[in-house]
């Protein structure tokens, strides 16, 4: 069993940039897909990126395309979101999970390992 473990959250200011983390505690993400999630206060759980295992293969909302970048570096078994340009609509509690496939989907029920999340406030 893998557990992904977020990092990097915080409190920033519109047009700022926060990087979060993503590490495996236990197996490795090998040889899954990985993506970000988010959900904000009283709405549903949504995708936000994706990234196959080899790296380089991406996959973004609409909502995020040009601001936001994941990566990964198999090595460290990490995954990152490097979240540029904030918006005060970013504000959630952002998710890293492990897709059951190669290829990442933008479905919830597609990925089976979940993070316990890490908050993100964009004050504007």
């Known amino acids: 069993q893998v557990q992904p473990v977020e990092s990097g959250g915080g409190l920033v200011q519109a047009g700022g940039s926060l990087r979060l983390s993503c590490a495996a505690s236990g197996r490795t993400f090998s040889p899954y897909a990985m993506g970000w999630f988010r959900q904000a206060a009283g709405k549903e759980r949504e995708f936000v990126a994706g990234i196959n295992w080899s790296g380089y293969s991406t996959r973004y909302a609409d909502s995020v395309k040009g601001r936001f970048t994941i990566s990964r570096d198999n090595a460290k078994n990490t995954v990152y979101l490097q979240m540029n340009s904030l918006k005060p609509e970013d504000t959630a509690v952002y998710y890293c999970?492990?897709?059951?496939?190669?290829?990442?989907?933008?479905?919830?029920?597609?990925?089976?390992?979940w993070g316990q999340g890490t908050q993100v406030t964009v004050s504007s």
């Open positions: 999970a492990r897709d059951r496939n190669s290829v990442p989907g933008s479905a919830v029920d597609e990925y089976d390992y």
